[in-house]
């Protein structure tokens, strides 16, 4: 068996005006990610770290932002997409690790949505999907509430 790992970040700035979307799931909260698609920085995290596994890129590649193919695009279905690259060249995830750092609004009563999103769209089982949430203890951008970041971790495995 060969083993691959992968590592993702992200973050992006948060504003009035847009859903907050993570992992798929629609947070109630005042303000919500900026970005090119829905700007759901765990799923992005998720992705870059899947396609650096495979010295792939990173998902400005093969969504960028420059294109209005990808203007408020569900990163579920972007990730969909990466699945399948990851597939075709006979890899399949082992499992994901993850922590999003954000000082509100408190995640953890949407964290079992979470994985239960990502697991459906990637066909995992859910205990290979985690998701972890922490503040930032106010330090920095993410600590003044300017934005939410996500670390990434994807073990890919092939036969």
Known sequence: MKIRV?????????VEGR???LGGVKIPHHLGLDGHSDADVLTHAIMDGMLGA???????????PTDPKWAGADSLLLLKQVDALI???GWQINNID??????????KPHIKSMVAKLAQTLTLDCDRVGIK????EKLGPVGREEGICVHAVVLLVSD
Request: aromatic share 8%; hydrophobic share 35%; charged share 20%.
């Open 87 to 89: 597939k075709s060249r």
């Open 6 to 14: 992968g590592n993702g970040y992200d973050i992006h700035r948060l």
């Open 19 to 21: 859903s907050l979307i």
């Open 133 to 136: 949430a922490t503040t930032n």
């Open 98 to 107: 993850s922590v999003i750092v954000a000082e509100r609004p408190k995640l």
């Open 54 to 64: 495979l010295s792939l890129g990173d998902i400005g590649h093969y969504f960028p």
